[in-house]
């Protein structure tokens, strides 16, 4: 397999645990450090003047502190105070130390460092990359290793996977026409060695990086870039992310409220051997539970596969893995795209044409009741709304006639009172013609009587 290396192009001595090296090995059949080559470390070492540059990889006991250097002149240098010609790099199981034109002489480290550690001269320190494959297809899960080598032997240090950085990314290339055009960037899922997701072994010198290629189909470049404080290496490869070799629905059953639900795949044999493929998958019920079924396809490119278990009405959801093999003969692994689907109850049968009959007399039967209501509603409204105008009108008339008598009354009694102020006059003048002579008296009187009828017309008139 093709290997990008990443040279620091300098001598360096290898600190390392010599046991560790004794069973791996790169793609590249990379030898290993073996114990009779080794020699065992006593915390004291000497360098010779040959050396332009040394490369320190130390093994500490995990969760020490940074070992201190002490040079042969006797001067200290710790990870956080020391020249501008070293630089460290610094986990919680070692040290990564780089020194430019190291003094020649007996040198000596102090820490807790891990028993058993040897030392090996060794002409450079790489980084291998392990290139993208293609075809590479969407939604494929797919592992990509990476390895710090010395001499084309894998440095196997427990706790590199906490002094060496990786950050990858997918940049589209913006290729017309290509699903991924403006997309992106992707970060992918940095390399790790210690044993989780698909790392298979933890501080074997192995870096794994698992990766979900869950991205627009088109062409990418695939961006590595490994770092800490010693060195600063890029890596990158122009691949192309191709559309999923297959297709999955869900297939509705032919009368809705059957459990006959199946899921209809599809397989591109241009690009993966149909009878190859195996598909685990689950569905996951209304409840939450999810059952497990499988299947291996025959020669046929489509398949109905039944999805069991579809009992309860309710939502469910089916997922899994899809494993085949390309006509180049590599193995690949496939998340099938999560398919959702709602099994609900069947609509209520419909009604025969008695039914139908009894249906349209009720509402016949209705609709006459309601009409009956309302003309008996109108009825009774007229019937209130004419009492309450006749009440209207008949307070109104007694009222007015009250008015009307309330006024003659008080005509009358004025009436009265004049005529009796009237009375009162005339008899006080009789009093007084009784005093004069009878002629007087009988002008008098007669005046009083002339003078009397005309006020007796004057009231006729008024009344």
């Known amino acids: 397999m093709f290997k990008r290396n990443f040279s620091t ?33 006593q915390h004291t070492f000497r360098l010779d003047h040959m050396l332009d540059k040394v490369i320190f990889v130390v093994k500490r006991n995990y969760g020490s502190t940074a070992v201190i250097l002490i040079l042969p002149d006797g001067t200290k240098w710790f990870e956080d105070k020391h020249p501008d010609n070293v630089k460290w790099a610094t986990g919680p199981t070692g040290d990564l130390i780089e020194i430019t034109s190291p003094p020649n002489g007996p040198w000596q480290l102090i820490g807790d460092i891990a028993d058993g550690s040897s030392l090996e001269k060794i002409s450079s320190l790489d980084v291998n990359v392990e290139p993208l494959p293609q075809p590479l297809y969407q939604n494929e899960v797919i592992a990509i290793n990476a390895h710090l080598v010395g001499d084309n032997k894998l440095v196997n240090i427990p706790g590199m996977d906490y002094i060496v950085n990786w950050n990858g990314k997918f940049l589209s290339q913006n290729t017309a026409g290509d699903d991924n055009l403006g997309a992106g960037p992707y970060i992918v899922n940095r390399y790790i060695d210690n044993g989780t997701e698909q790392d298979k072994k933890p501080s074997d010198g192995v870096f ?19 770092s800490n404080a010693i060195f600063d290496r890029l890596f990158n490869q122009k691949f192309r992310l191709s559309k999923m070799p297959l297709t999955a629905e869900i297939i509705e059953p032919e009368k809705a409220g059957e459990n006959d639900w199946k899921l209809k795949i599809t397989v591109d044999d241009g690009e993966i051997k149909v009878i190859d493929t195996y598909f685990q998958m689950n569905v996951m019920l209304p409840n939450g539970f999810s059952i497990p079924f499988n299947k291996q396809l025959d020669n046929d490119k489509s398949i109905l596969i039944p999805i069991p278990d579809i009992k309860n009405y309710g939502n469910y959801k089916v997922d899994g893995l899809v494993a085949s093999t390309t006509y180049d003969g590599r193995q690949i692994k496939l998340k099938l795209p999560e398919l959702y689907f709602s099994h609900e109850a069947p609509p209520p049968p419909k009604p025969s044409a008695e039914e139908l009959a009894m249906i349209a007399e009720h509402k016949a039967e209705q609709k006459a009741a309601l009409e ?41 009694l004025a009436a009265e009172t004049e005529a009796a102020n009237i009375e009162q006059t005339k008899s006080e003048t009789k009093e007084k013609q009784t005093e004069k002579s009878p002629d007087e008296t009988k002008d008098t009187e007669t005046k009083d009587s002339a003078d009397t009828d005309s006020e007796a017309e004057d009231k006729a008139n008024v009344a």
């Open 9 to 41: 192009g300098c001598s360096a001595l290898l600190l390392t645990q010599a046991l560790i090296f004794s069973d791996v090995v790169s793609a590249e059949s990379e030898p290993s450090v073996s114990p009779a080559n080794a020699i065992e470390l």
């Open 208 to 226: 794994t990086s698992t990766m979900d290629l869950i991205y627009p189909w088109g062409n990418y470049e695939f961006e590595l870039k490994a």
């Open 372 to 412: 009956a209501k309302a003309q008996t509603d109108k009825a009774i409204t007229i019937v209130i709304a004419v009492n309450i105008v006749i009440l209207v009108l008949g307070l109104l008339f007694f009222g007015v006639r009250k008015l009307l008598k309330s006024r003659a009354a008080k005509k009358a």
